[in-house]
Structure formats: structure tokens, C-alpha cells
């Protein structure tokens, strides 16, 4: 069990001090959830495997009194497992289920492509010794050199607004991604966002968009937690002539979320789906 309430908690950050990796942030937040205080351990992309003794190449990692546990979904798991009398971050198995769909579904849309729109910012603002493993390892997975990826980015960023539009149409019928609290589902698509908040020298959200609302809840969780001065700001993305719009100003889709309550609820749009149309004689 956690001594003096602290879990030892492996960062991962750039030049500026800002957790670099959602899945880090995500785990960051999970620990806040169950109520641990933090001793980090401080550190970039390079010397992983040394800073933790041979366990791990790869971050999230934290130890419990001894424990250590790896991945963020293995680390997700095991709070729970390990201490359930503390607020539950996934409080069913549905779920981890809906939001690994939610989750697939999210770095194709948006985290993948901001990532391309910034990868040569991202080796840039990486720490010194950390240039040369993100420049190869990203070219190698990216297929093209970085600054090549990234060019052009202004022509991408309204697409990549527009295609959130199934998370908007969410949190305007729900205050969290969770219901009515917080929980895992939250912390983890909220670490796509403060990801590219790490990386993203030009915004990359409308200063009104519907989202701001909730992200700005999730960055006032837990003190504060998202509030880390090395971050970009998200908002700011202006509508050029010729974008697509960057978000849908008339809100929802579709009759999705509509409710029939009887005719008087559905009588107006009847209405216009059926003007002109030839009635039965």
C-alpha cells in the first residue's frame, strides 16, 4: 500500500517542463483521481531504461511502495484493483470498452493528425539530448522527414476541428465524458489535448469552440493539474475563407439525441422534411 500516501511517478517532459506524452498525462491525472500525492521522477525520452533500473523502456511507469506497475491501462487497472475504496476510474468494464472505441477513434481524428501538424515543433522543444532519438524514431515511424510532415499545417487544422464534432455532440448532453464526475474516460482523452498543448505553437481550436468549457474544467481538476505554465494555448484558430467551419454552430446530429415526446416535438421538423411533398388523395 501507498506509504505516506505517495506513489512514485515517472515523467516524461520537454525543455519547458511540460509532461510530453497523453499516456503519461492520463496516468498523472489517474493518480490525482485516487487521491496520491506524487514523487516524481523527473526525465525525458533518453535514459529511460537507467532511471528506472532495467524495468522499463517505455513511460507511464510508477511504484507503489515497492510495486511497480507499467502502461497506462495496466497502471488504471491496478488502482483500481488495488485500492477500490478510493473514487473508481473506471467504474464498470462497458467502460473501458466504450472508451478504448472512444479512444481509437480519437487519435485518428485528432491526435494523429496534430501530431503531424507539429512533430518537427516537437523535436525542437524536446530536451537537447533528446533531438537526435525523436528526430530518427518519428522519421522512421512517419516515413518522411519531419520537416516535410509538418509544412502545410495551416490548410489541415480546420479539417482536424471539424472531425470532433462527435466529442462536442457528447459533452453538450453530458457535463463529463464520465457522466455526471470525472473519471478515466475524461483523463484519457484529455491527454490527446494536453499533448498537443505541449507541441502546439499555433492553436488549433476556435476561441468559442463548445469544447472550451469542459477542457478548462479538466485543466482546473485536481489543483490545477492541467494548468503547467510550458503549455501552448489550444484556442485562438481563426476561420479562414475557403476552411471548412471548424466546428458546427447548430450543435448536435442529426435526431441522434432528439427526444420524441409525442407529435408536438417532431410536428416542425415533419414539416420541413415533407414541404412540397404530394399528399395521399
Known sequence: MAKDNKITFYDLAISTGATISPFVWATKYALKHKGFDLDVVPGGF??????????????????????????????????????PDRPLLIPHESVAATLKA????????????WMRCFCADYRDLSLPQDHEYITHSREKMLGRKLEEIQAGREDRLAGI???LEPLRSTLAQHPWLGGSAPNYADYRILGGFLFTASVCKTPVLAPDDPL???????LDLHGGLGRHPGLFPLFGLEQREGDVPLFNRQGGLGGIYKRNTGPA???????????GMKQPA
Open 212 to 218: 472550451r468549457d469542459w477542457l478548462d474544467r479538466c
Open 161 to 163: 476541428s471539424a472531425a
Open 46 to 83: 533518453t535514459g529511460i531504461l537507467e532511471r528506472t533500473g532495467g524495468k522499463t523502456e517505455r513511460l507511464p511507469a510508477i511504484v507503489d511502495d515497492g510495486t511497480w506497475v507499467l502502461d497506462s491501462w495496466g497502471i488504471v487497472e491496478y488502482l483500481d484493483a488495488t485500492y
Open 265 to 275: 416535438s417532431t410536428q416542425a421538423e415533419t414539416q420541413k422534411i415533407t414541404q
Open 102 to 113: 472512444l479512444d481509437h477513434w480519437f487519435w485518428g481524428a485528432a491526435v494523429g493528425p
